[in-house]
């Protein structure tokens, strides 16, 4: 079955610098990917997807994840963080074997300090 | 407004006591997705409907049942209620029966069980 690993819990930032956040999968074959984030009491926004082709993929609110087969990563990151980016991020697998349905990682809490 | 549409927002009940989850999908979507977030267990993929049918079963239990209605929204009963059933449960939508353009998440219905 596909899981999806994502490294670091918590990360810390200061406004202003770069964000890289990871993430790698355990699938055979190239699954689908997707990075999500969760603002407190809120639910999963869509940031970014990942389907085939180019694997540097561009997302909403300045967000890039580039796909790399060889590490089976895919990624996420934003040159600079801004204080509303302080949030959970989630990444997400599907998998053409199950239908697609999403395996989520345990999510990585980013904070952003002035 | 991501256009799924969950209520109630909190629920607090008693241990034993049976609730009802509502969700109503994003216009033109005809899949529902239910999962379960909690702090031990991260996000759990629970079931799945596609235009009114069961299409794939996550780690639900045998206590939770859920089913899709006729005009697409969606109910999670939830009985015999235990103080490990509380957490966050979101649904979600997709257009077709395999999420493979990602989900779009409502903001979730917060269980408290005392």
């Known amino acids: 079955a596909q899981s999806v690993t994502q490294p670091d819990i918590h990360i810390t930032v200061s406004e202003g610098a770069s964000l890289e956040l990871r993430c790698n999968y355990s699938?055979?074959?190239?699954?689908?990917l997707f990075w999500y984030v969760q603002s407190p009491g809120q639910g999963l926004q869509l940031l970014l997807k990942?389907?085939?082709?180019?694997?540097l993929v561009q997302g909403i609110k300045g967000f890039e994840a580039e796909f790399k087969r060889s590490q089976s990563s895919f990624n996420l990151r934003k040159p600079s963080v801004h204080w509303s980016d302080a949030a959970e991020y989630f990444c997400?697998?599907?998998?053409?074997?199950?239908?697609?349905?999403?395996?989520f990682g345990a999510g990585t809490t980013v904070t952003v300090r002035a | 407004d991501s256009g799924v549409t969950q209520t109630p927002k909190h629920l607090i009940t008693a241990t034993g006591q049976r609730v009802t989850l509502r969700c109503s999908p994003r216009?033109?979507?005809?899949?529902v997705y239910w999962y379960q977030q909690s702090l031990d267990q991260g996000l759990q993929f629970l079931i799945q409907?596609?235009?009114?049918?069961?299409?794939a079963k996550g780690n639900i239990l045998e206590r939770f049942s859920a089913q899709q209605f006729p005009d697409l929204h969606s109910e999670l009963n939830l009985s015999s209620l235990e103080l490990g059933d509380s957490a966050l449960y979101f649904c979600?939508?997709?257009?077709?029966?395999?999420?493979?353009?990602?989900?779009?998440f409502g903001s979730g219905t917060r269980l408290t069980v005392v």
């Open positions: 979600a939508s997709s257009r077709g029966d395999r999420g493979a353009d990602g989900y779009t």
């Open positions: 699938y055979g074959a190239t699954p689908y």
């Open positions: 990942y389907f085939s082709g180019d694997t």
């Open positions: 997400a697998v599907g998998a053409r074997s199950n239908d697609y349905k999403l395996s």
């Open positions: 216009s033109g979507d005809l899949s």
């Open positions: 409907y596609y235009n009114g049918e069961e299409r």
